[in-house]
């Protein structure tokens, strides 16, 4: 099946650095991907979503400036948390999905990435 | 190795009738389960979970059920409404880490 991969699995940084996550779909385009935060024991929560040569569109009370997202090709999108701090401390995940899957899989299927924990110091 | 399994990828149901979406995992250290339920070009939104001290939780028409013994968790719907035509996805957490299953897409027939 589809692959999505997130680099790195886990990142520690101290506050005000800047940390970039990436995204990437190993077997198929992805048009679209999706950005999401997990706090413990609680669903996902969307962030935003990530179109491939569009800029991202955000949800509502998530600070784009905060997290800049960047689909630069049709399988990568990247997140960046800019100056980070204690409570950007979370565990982010990707999903991608539409496009040209192999497979003849349907374009609204979506593949979750593995997560990325992010501790701030 | 698939650590959730969703063995349906799609289920036809009348609607008013009740939707019954299935879910197996295999790892025994997943504490909390959730679904989602998907729109086409729309990302997932969260459903309803359960953590693994229950066997029920009930939301309104939506009510999953866990057995830890067989290590199996379904969603039922009920009664079904167009509306509830989707993918939706079944997830896993070990607290550190979440799983997501492959999904299902439920069609709810008039």
């Known amino acids: 099946g589809a692959v999505v991969s997130q680099h790195p699995s886990r990142v520690i940084c101290k506050s005000g650095t800047s940390v970039k996550i990436e995204c990437r779909s190993l077997?198929?385009?992805?048009?679209?991907m999706f950005w999401y935060r997990q706090f413990p024991k609680q669903s996902l929560m969307l962030m935003a979503t990530?179109?491939?040569?569009?800029?991202?569109?955000?949800e509502q009370g998530v600070e784009k400036d905060k997290f800049l997202i960047n689909h630069a090709s049709l399988t990568l999108s990247t997140l960046t948390v800019t100056s980070a701090h204690p409570e950007d401390s979370s565990f982010y995940i990707c999903?991608?999905?539409?496009?040209?899957?192999?497979?003849?899989?349907?374009?609204?299927?979506?593949?979750f990435g593995p997560g990325t924990r992010l501790l701030v110091l | 190795d698939q650590q959730v399994k969703q063995n349906s990828p799609s289920l036809s149901v009348q609607e008013g009738r009740i939707s019954i979406l299935n879910c197996d995992y295999t790892?025994?250290?997943?504490?909390?389960f959730l679904w989602y339920k998907k729109y086409p070009a729309e990302g997932p939104t969260f459903l309803i979970s359960?953590?693994?001290?229950?066997d029920k939780n009930e939301d309104g028409r939506f009510t999953v059920f866990l057995n830890k013994s067989a290590k199996h968790l379904s969603l039922h719907i009920v009664p079904s409404q167009p509306g509830d035509s989707a993918v939706y996805f079944c997830?896993?957490?070990?607290?550190?880490?979440?799983?997501f299953g492959k999904g299902t897409r439920l069609h709810i027939l008039p």
């Open positions: 997830a896993a957490s070990d607290g550190d880490k979440i799983i």
């Open positions: 999903s991608a999905g539409g496009g040209d899957l192999r497979g003849g899989h349907r374009e609204e299927t979506q593949y």
């Open positions: 077997d198929f385009q992805a048009t679209t």
């Open positions: 990530s179109n491939e040569g569009s800029k991202a569109t955000y």
């Open positions: 790892n025994s250290m997943f504490d909390y």
């Open positions: 359960i953590s693994s001290i229950k």
